[in-house]
């Protein structure tokens, strides 16, 4: 039934999501499908994301172990100009979809997976960016819980970054509590892993594996097995970020460190002084 609801949609025939036409399938991922489409009264060009049926067991255990909160509702709560929009957001019988704008460009990811000549000289802004972002949804009383380049999405007109995909974000709460061992390997940090209890900082320490990624083109605790990374991330020290990369600015390696701390409490108590350390060093060429 729903692989007929998606025919429909792909062809433009969108009756249980009305008022919009699709334009094209955009992604498939493991959870949802991402669409190209149309507002059919103002014309505007939107994304539509539709989580598909295999996923909605892990969904509904989200939603009901940790969050208590749709992903639709979370990602609506957010008004930053580095976030995405989410315009509206609903169901399609059981599952959820979300309608969010349009963004032309591509993932952090996949720029620096490419040619890093496209990223020369921006490095610094790109990240200050991010981390606005990231401080706003924290501010906001939300973890990302997934914050890593595939989800820092570089709008090419603008060279602005927006943070991404909120599937697995969760409320940040004022207590530690035991959470979900989920979210990409790199950024994984080791209380995640140890199954111990967490709180906002897990994402402190994803930000600092970005920063650390895109200033030097290096992961911290790099490896091609992920048994081997996640060794790396609860037993060795990454290497000085400013061994990696000449340029980069003290305060900035420090606070990189910093983040990457084995130790939660010795990580930033949130990302304000980050965002001041990256906005006066903005404008640095790297």
Known sequence: MFEKFLQRFRKGKAK????????????????????KAR????????????????????????????????EGEITASFDHPNVVKCFSHGKLGEMPF???????GMTLANLLGGDSKRIAGKRLDYLCQATAALQHVHERRFVHHDFCPKNLFVVAARDEVKLIDFGLACPLLGHLREGPRMGSIEILPPEVIR????????????????????????????????????????????????????????EVCRLVMRALAKDPAKRPSSMTPAVGVLRRHRDVTL
């Open 39 to 70: 507002n059919q009264d103002t014309g505007q060009i939107v994304v539509v994301k539709i989580h598909k049926p295999e996923a909605r067991e892990h969904v509904a255990k989200l939603e009901s172990e940790y969050r208590d909160f749709t």
């Open 195 to 250: 199954r111990e209890a967490c709180d906002f900082r897990i994402d402190i320490f994803a930000w600092g594996v970005v920063a650390y990624w895109l200033l030097s083109g290096h992961w911290p605790f790099e490896s091609t097995d992920h048994h081997q990374t996640l060794n790396k991330i609860l037993n060795v020290q990454p290497v000085p970020l400013e061994r990696r990369l000449g340029g980069v600015p003290e």
């Open 16 to 35: 249980e999501l009305p008022g919009y036409t699709a334009l094209g399938l955009i992604r498939e991922g493991s959870m949802a499908r991402i669409f």
């Open 98 to 104: 979300l309608v969010l704008e349009y963004l032309e």
